[in-house]
């Protein structure tokens, strides 16, 4: 069974950086995909930033420049490295690990979301 445990978050003023980690259970090349996610309350669930098994890396706009995402294959940990924060960075981070199929829906696993506050 896949686990992903996440940690990093807190409370940071505008400006300021975190980092996040998410641990997997089992080797991270396994899966063809890991991301980060973010959810608001009244918002859909957001794609923040996704690397693939290959090292191709994918950010949306709102976050380029300023997070980074990148893995440590010996800890099976993925990592997301948020600077120049801002208060709309204020969401439930949450980590992602896919596994594609042939011909049906990919097998995603989730951790358990870590809280991200940027105060102004």
């Known amino acids: 069974q896949v686990q992903l445990v996440e940690s990093g978050g807190g409370l940071v003023q505008a400006g300021g950086s975190l980092r996040l980690s998410c641990a997997a259970s089992g080797s991270i090349f396994s899966f063809d995909a890991m991301g980060w996610y973010r959810h608001t309350p009244g918002k859909q669930r957001e794609l923040v930033a996704t690397?693939?098994?290959?090292?191709?890396?994918n950010y949306v706009d709102s976050v380029k420049g300023r997070f980074t995402i990148s893995r440590d294959n010996v800890k099976n940990t993925v990592y997301l490295q948020m600077n120049s924060l801002k208060p709309e960075d204020t969401a439930v981070y949450y980590c992602?690990?896919?596994?594609?199929?042939?011909?049906?829906?990919?097998?995603?696993?989730w951790g358990q979301g870590t809280q991200v506050t940027i105060s102004s």
């Open positions: 690397l693939t098994r290959t090292g191709v890396r």
């Open positions: 992602n690990a896919r596994r594609d199929r042939a011909y049906d829906p990919p097998d995603d696993y």
